[in-house]
C-alpha cells in the first residue's frame, strides 16, 4: 500500500494524471520505447551483466508501474484508455515486448534454480494481465484484433 502511494504522489509530480493525461501518456510511451528497444536488443544475449539486469529491471518495472496506475487511479486509467481506444497498434508495437521476447528473457534469467532477475520480469504475464482487467470493453475489443499483441487475445483460462 505504501509503494502504490509513493508511485501515484510520483506520477501526479510527473503530470500523468493532470489535465493532459493523455499528452503525458503519449510521453510516457515515447520514453517506454526507448527502454523497449534496449530489452529487444539484449533479449538475444546471454550473459547479463549488471547493467543488462537494470536496463531489463527499468522496463518491467515501468509496465508494471502503468499497470498499478490504472488499477489504482481512476483518472489515470481513462487517460490510459482514451490513449489506448485512438493508438491501439501503436501501442503494441512501440511499448509491449512479445511473450516470445519475454520468455527468451527468462529462460537466461532463471539459472540453476534461481531467478536473477527483476520480479517484474517473472511477473510480465500477470502485469499485462493485470492491465487487461481494468480496460474498458471497447479497448480490450480494439486489442483482440491483434493477434500478436499481448494485450490482444484473453489467453485462455
Not at 8 to 32: P, Q, Y
Request: glycine share 4%; with cysteine; net charge negative.
Amino acid at each position: 500500500m505504501k509503494s502504490a502511494l509513493v508511485l501515484a504522489t510520483v506520477l501526479m509530480a510527473s503530470g500523468l494524471m493532470g489535465c493532459n493525461g493523455e499528452k503525458e501518456v503519449a510521453r510516457w510511451v515515447s520514453e517506454t520505447e526507448s527502454l523497449k528497444t534496449t530489452v529487444i536488443a539484449l533479449s538475444g544475449v546471454s550473459d547479463f551483466t549488471t547493467e543488462h539486469q537494470q536496463a531489463m529491471r527499468s522496463y518491467f518495472a515501468r509496465i508494471s508501474e502503468l499497470a498499478s496506475l490504472a488499477r489504482e487511479d481512476s483518472r489515470a486509467s481513462k487517460a490510459i484508455a482514451q490513449y489506448l481506444l485512438k493508438s491501439p497498434a501503436e501501442i503494441c508495437d512501440r511499448v509491449f515486448v512479445t511473450l516470445e521476447t519475454w520468455t527468451r528473457i527468462r529462460g537466461y534469467c532463471e539459472q540453476d534454480g534461481y531467478f536473477l532477475c527483476a520480479e517484474e520480469v517473472r511477473l510480465y504475464p500477470e502485469i499485462l494481465e493485470s492491465l487487461r482487467a481494468v480496460l474498458p470493453d471497447a479497448v480490450r475489443l480494439k486489442f483482440r484484433s491483434r493477434a500478436d499483441c499481448v494485450l490482444g487475445p484473453d489467453p485462455e483460462k
